[in-house]
């Protein structure tokens, strides 16, 4: 069961591995914004990679529940429903700690050093790709499509770190249009 603490440390290593990156934060820093001891600290947490692994778990759940929210909202509205996620983007990129996909930034920290943290970023992935699948047969279309607008998704997301995003996603919105109109 959560405690407070627990969240408090969650909240804070998820900001900080987010703003710094996952290697470049330290427990000692975690701990000081944190305001919690050290000892309960890892009384919650064993190792840093457990800490970012309860992270990830909890910000993929997160993401899993706003964007089936999202979906139940939007049933029956064909392109539009399948548009959604990317359209949430405009507001998501323009933030002003934006810093990409966590998922993809932990997967990029640990692609040699961590398969386990790697692995669950790419769950993560699998998840997205397999719920794009699901809202595109529900609406009438090809599950496949989702091969082709996770990469898509992902790469807005990727766009946005380093400039303006808004007129790659008015593309992407356009060529989703146009690949479920053909």
């Known amino acids: 069961m959560p405690t407070p603490r627990r969240e408090l440390l969650l909240d804070t290593a998820e900001q900080l591995f987010y703003r710094d990156g996952f290697h470049a934060t330290g427990i000692d820093l975690i701990q000081a914004e944190s305001g919690v ?48 996620p990317f359209k949430d983007l405009y507001s998501i990129c323009e933030e002003p700690d934006f810093n990409g996909c966590l998922f993809n930034n932990a997967a990029a ?9 790697r692995a669950l970023a790419a769950r993560h992935m699998q998840w997205m790709q397999a719920f794009l699948a699901r809202l595109l047969e529900e ?9 082709v607008l996770l990469p898509l998704y992902e790469g807005l997301l990727t766009v946005a770190r380093v400039q303006d995003s808004q007129p790659a996603i008015d593309e992407t919105l356009r060529a989703i249009q146009q690949l479920l109109q053909a």
């Open 109 to 117: 920290e640990f692609v040699y050093s961590n398969p386990e943290i």
């Open 37 to 84: 001891a050290k000892t309960t600290l890892y009384k919650h947490f064993k190792s840093k990679d457990a800490l970012i692994l309860a992270v990830l778990e909890r910000s993929s759940q997160r993401v899993m529940e706003s964007l089936e929210t999202q979906a139940s909202a939007n049933k029956g509205d064909g392109i539009r429903r399948i548009q959604a």
């Open 139 to 147: 609406e009438g279309f090809k599950a496949e499509y989702a091969l």
